[in-house]
């Protein structure tokens, strides 16, 4: 929907005026004026705010994956994705958030009227939403958000970091009322997604990753762009009939970011799981960082199986080789350099292919075992390729310069009289 059309659009229901919110004496008699009996009103020092709760039991689907699971997932592998938050204790101690807002912005005219989150309880999952049916109540509705998160510890969102968390801290500014508690972790799922999946997926947006990776399919959806119209209609009109699915699209993204961080998990835990060389090389870095070595490496072997283009290949390898060269562990490097060495020579682009396992084999000859010979060997090789490349036009005449001071090295080391070569 255009710009003109979506002002054509508010125009059409009276929102471009600022008349604010009807008052009850002025909904009476529409029929649809009521909210709907699953809501529990909540009252707190700042007034009255609206209530549902829900429950889902164990064998719920949401996609291809039962939400209540992530209790069976160990809580402490939670650092395999975000490898910078401390883990919860127990799952229990996590809180999924997700708004829905009158904007896109975090500024003054934005502010959340839905609250959502869920959280897991023994083998249930647990939804809430606060609702605020009047601007007027907004205190009461960051009060009750702000008391029903202070039982956990642990967050987590999807773009949080950037948008949700901002948003209500502005808000509780704007109303002088104490800020939310700080978190002992807030663990963000769209940096570990796009880690993952950026490369494979043409959108790491919830959608996108609804449909490409969790299975869920949403029939009858409300696009995010008309939640803030049809709550104004709400507050025009007031019914509430145009909210019912704002609702439920607030339930589905909750569903959706549990069931994302179970998918996520799976695969971290999991090399065999991941489907893409990209993925085992993002989690692999995860896991590294995280400091679990043993599945650092299966995600790194996993990602050299999956690779079948050569570029995958001299990329996994690339990745694989030098993360054990950084540990000295000198037999996988050797096996891996080996192995794009044998590839390179027996594919097709021969002489034109990436010269890297050579240098680093030329590296490890001279550094790690004084064989200067077989030094002296890969480098010549390398020497070789670097000038068919220049030849191509692939690479800078500058690329041989190092090549030929290493040569020049090892050449004096063995005794062999040398002289300076031409870039040509």
């Given at each position: ?10 125009a059409?229901?009276?929102m ?16 649809e004026?009521?909210l709907?009996?699953?809501?529990t009103?909540?009252?707190n020092?700042?007034g009255?705010?609206q209530?549902?709760?829900?429950e889902?039991?164990?064998d719920?689907r ?5 939400p209540?699971?992530?209790?069976r ?6 650092p395999?994705l ?8 127990t ?10 807002t009158t ?8 502010y959340a ?5 869920c959280?897991?309880?023994d ?6 939403q606060?609702?605020?049916a009047?601007?007027a ?10 008391d ?7 967050l987590?969102?999807?773009n949080?970091?950037?948008?949700d968390?901002?948003l209500?801290?502005?808000r ?6 104490p800020?939310l508690r700080s ?6 799922l ?24 969790l299975?869920?399919?949403?029939d009858?959806?409300?696009?995010g ?5 049809r ?16 609702m ?9 970011c549990i069931t ?10 999991t090399a ?5 060389p ?6 692999a ?9 043993e599945r650092?490496r299966n ?9 079948s283009?050569r ?10 080789s ?10 996988d490097?050797?096996?891996?350099w ?10 097709r ?7 890297f396992?050579?240098?680093e ?5 001279e550094h ?11 480098t010549?090789?390398?020497i070789?390729?670097v000038r ?5 036009g692939?690479?800078s ?11 020049n090295?090892l050449?004096r080391r ?5 002289a300076?070569?031409p870039?040509?």
């Amino acid at each position: 929907m255009s710009i003109r059309d979506r002002l054509d659009r508010l125009a059409q229901y009276g929102m471009l005026q600022s008349a604010g919110p009807r008052t009850g004496t002025e909904r009476e008699g529409e029929g649809e004026g009521e909210l709907p009996d699953y809501f529990t009103p909540v009252s707190n020092e700042g007034g009255t705010t609206q209530l549902r709760r829900m429950e889902f039991s164990p064998d719920h689907r949401h996609g291809s994956f039962r939400p209540a699971r992530l209790c069976r997932s160990a809580v402490e592998d939670l650092p395999l994705l975000l490898p910078d938050e401390q883990p919860p204790e127990t799952w229990s101690d996590l809180v999924f958030v997700d708004l829905e807002t009158t904007g896109l912005s975090t500024g003054a005219g934005t502010y959340a009227f839905l609250v959502g989150m869920c959280y897991l309880a023994d083998d249930r999952v647990v939804l809430e939403q606060f609702f605020m049916a009047d601007p007027a109540d907004e205190p009461a509705l960051l009060t009750a958000v702000a008391d029903r998160l202070a039982r956990f510890n642990h967050l987590s969102t999807f773009n949080g970091k950037r948008f949700d968390l901002p948003l209500l801290s502005h808000r509780y500014l704007m109303h002088r009322l104490p800020q939310l508690r700080s978190f002992a972790g807030h663990h963000d799922l769209l940096h570990p997604a796009r880690a993952v999946w950026r490369e494979t997926l043409s959108s790491c947006a919830l959608a996108s990753l609804e449909t490409n990776c969790l299975g869920v399919r949403r029939d009858g959806d409300v696009p995010g762009s008309e939640v803030p119209e049809r709550y104004f209609l709400y507050l025009h009109e007031g019914r509430f009939s145009p909210l019912e699915a704002v609702m439920q699209h607030n339930v589905c993204d909750l569903l959706s970011c549990i069931t994302l961080l179970q998918c996520m998990l799976q695969r971290a835990q999991t090399a065999e799981s991941c489907h893409h060389p990209t993925e085992n090389l993002a989690l692999a870095r995860r896991a590294d960082r995280a400091g679990d070595e043993e599945r650092a490496r299966n995600h790194f072997e996993r990602a050299l199986q999956l690779a079948s283009s050569r570029g995958g290949f001299e990329r996994a390898a690339r990745a694989a080789s030098l993360w054990h060269k950084r540990a000295r562990r000198w037999d996988d490097a050797l096996r891996i350099w080996r192995q794009m060495v044998q590839r390179s020579e027996n594919s097709r682009w021969g002489e034109l292919a990436d010269p890297f396992a050579h240098v680093e084999l030329a590296k490890y000859f001279e550094h790690q075992t004084h064989r200067f010979d077989l030094a002296l060997r890969y480098t010549e090789r390398a020497i070789v390729m670097v000038r068919r490349a220049v030849q191509a036009g692939l690479k800078s005449p500058d690329a041989l310069d190092d090549l030929h001071h290493r040569r020049n090295r090892l050449q004096r080391r063995l005794g062999i009289p040398s002289a300076d070569s031409p870039h040509a």
